[in-house]
């Protein structure tokens, strides 16, 4: 596995080789054997924490080795990295706090119809986790990011697929992580890392797998979805796909505030060059003055956007590719082209085409699709119900987005709550007045939505994303000496715990 400069296309350094289906083998087994060591959750925490400090500690070798593979920059690495640790220890405090686990205890009661047993319920660790490093963010969701965190947190072992356009950056992610496991007394082998594609098949299909995250392309994930699907023992798969990311602008937003939403806009859909998986990608934009003066002031943002280094150049060839098929299209014109920029860049740009085009089947149906890359779809409509011809043809997003003006904020009854209600079924998160790229890592955040944005409901952003690698069990009946300490009446752990059915008041 080779390091390569997107500036440039050359190879830098040879960083790893393609793990054999034998060496998948062996360390997936490793992690196996070494779950056990997970089990206490203080220990957990523990190793979340020295992870974060770790890396911080590898800071500037973390940037300078991302930089060079990505070409997203320090300022940009440099935040993310923090991002990265700040997850890995709000997972820690999750770890600590324990409600994660669900406690339920319900005593026996011959008074209920049927009678109650005496059950007690919690969460356990499904096992090995695989996870598949993401392109566009080759920490927050690569070998340290969200999935590794939440799976150790859970208490499962992880085996990371890396991308092959961050190798070297997954090697030295991955060192600090082994080394704070090592440091808090756990063996190194709880984290793996395996590079090549092969060896990403094998993962998915090896019986002790226990569960899959991945970022990447839908036709990527659909084919480890479902050979997850297809193995003797499914597992469950958590993907995220792609997202068009939909934003509706009310006539009245853009009347009020059109160069403030167009300018805002080209910031959202440039940012990163174009590589967020929360890119706004299609917009629908009123017809006549008020929309005229938000595609101005988008097209003279857009103007001023440097052109920019992708991740690399398949993905370039495919942006130009892209852009240059929707280009051709009927009724659709490019107030700012985008495509090549020269030989290793591309240049910013976005498209407009009467909405009405995209009511109903035809090939301006592409449109509709994912463009990865700086490039957005702005629709203009002519009335509210092209509005909604258009949203009810749409896929699953991540987010959904609407502009609206200050008086349409007062209420549920008018357009504005009309159009939260359309919005919501579409995605994950609905945002109002805001924009979609960056996703705050806080506890309501919920980072999936319907497919193909995600191939189940759970979030991979957030404290539930601890919920993926988690599996209840109830004990019935069970002598107190024999159930685990969780579950004791005592509450040995001090854990927040529901009794019959009612949140336990501690303290």
């Not at 890396?162 to 992610?173: G, K, L, Q, R, Y």
């Not at 094998?202 to 839908?218: N, Q, R, W, Y």
């Not at 469950?236 to 934003?247: A, D, M, R, Y």
């Not at 929707?326 to 107030?335: G, K, N, Q, S, T």
């Amino acid at each position: 596995m080779w390091s390569v400069d997107p500036r440039t296309g050359k190879q830098r350094e040879q960083v790893a080789v393609e793990a054999t289906a034998e060496e998948v083998d062996r360390v997936v087994r490793a992690a196996h054997a070494a779950r056990g060591s997970l089990a206490d959750r203080t220990v957990r925490a523990a190793l979340l924490r020295t992870a974060a400090d770790l890396l911080d500690e590898a800071r500037d070798q973390l940037v300078e080795a991302a930089d060079a593979e990505t070409a997203l920059g320090p300022a940009r690495l440099t935040g993310e990295l923090a991002r990265t640790t700040y997850q890995l220890r709000a997972f820690a405090t999750i770890v600590d706090e324990g409600a994660f686990l669900d406690v339920r205890i319900d005593h026996a009661d011959a008074t209920q119809t049927p009678p109650w047993p005496d059950l007690r319920r919690y969460k356990l660790p499904l096992g090995v986790v695989a996870v598949y490093a993401a392109s566009n963010f080759p920490l927050a969701f690569s070998v340290p990011g969200g999935d590794t965190a939440s799976a150790l947190a859970a208490g499962c072992p992880v085996v990371v697929k890396a991308h092959p356009d961050h190798p070297a950056t997954s090697e030295v992610a991955a060192s600090a992580l082994r080394r704070a496991a090592e440091r808090v007394g756990v063996p190194a082998e709880v984290i793996a890392v395996v590079h090549g594609f092969d060896a990403g098949i094998e993962l998915v299909k090896h019986p002790l797998i226990a569960a899959a995250g991945f970022t990447g392309s839908v036709r990527g994930g659909r084919a480890l979805h479902d050979a997850a699907a297809s193995r003797p023992v499914p597992i469950p798969f958590h993907g995220e796909l792609g997202s068009l990311n939909p934003v509706v602008v009310t006539e009245a937003a853009a009347a009020e505030r059109g160069d403030q939403i167009g300018a805002g806009l080209a910031g959202s859909m440039t940012l990163g060059v174009g590589q967020f998986c929360t890119k706004p990608g299609f917009v629908l934009a009123p017809a006549g003055p008020a929309g005229d003066g938000l595609v101005k002031s988008l097209t003279d943002a857009v103007s001023n956007t440097d052109a920019g280094v992708l991740l690399d150049h398949r993905m370039r060839d495919n942006f130009v590719a892209g852009v240059k098929e929707r280009a051709e299209l009927a009724d659709v014109e490019a107030p700012v082209t985008p495509g090549s920029g020269g030989e290793h860049t591309v240049s910013a740009g976005f498209l407009t085409v009467p909405a009405r085009r995209l009511a109903e089947d035809g090939p301006h149906d592409v449109l509709l699709e994912e463009c990865f890359g700086p490039v957005t779809v702005v629709a203009r409509y002519e009335s509210d119900e092209e509005i909604s011809a258009v949203l009810g043809r749409l896929p699953g997003n991540l987010t959904a987005t609407v502009q609206i003006s200050a008086a349409e904020g007062e209420g549920t009854e008018g357009r504005a709550g009309a159009l939260i209600a359309e919005l919501t079924p579409l995605a994950g998160r609905v945002l109002v007045n805001g924009w979609p790229t960056g996703v705050a890592v806080a506890p309501a955040q919920h980072h999936g939505g319907p497919y193909p944005a995600t191939t189940s409901t759970s979030t991979s952003v957030g404290g539930t994303a601890i919920e993926r690698w988690l599996r209840p069990v109830a004990y019935q009946d069970t002598p107190a000496a024999l159930l685990p300490p969780e579950l004791r009446d005592e509450n040995p752990l001090e854990l927040p715990r529901r009794i019959n059915g009612v949140r336990e008041q501690r303290g």
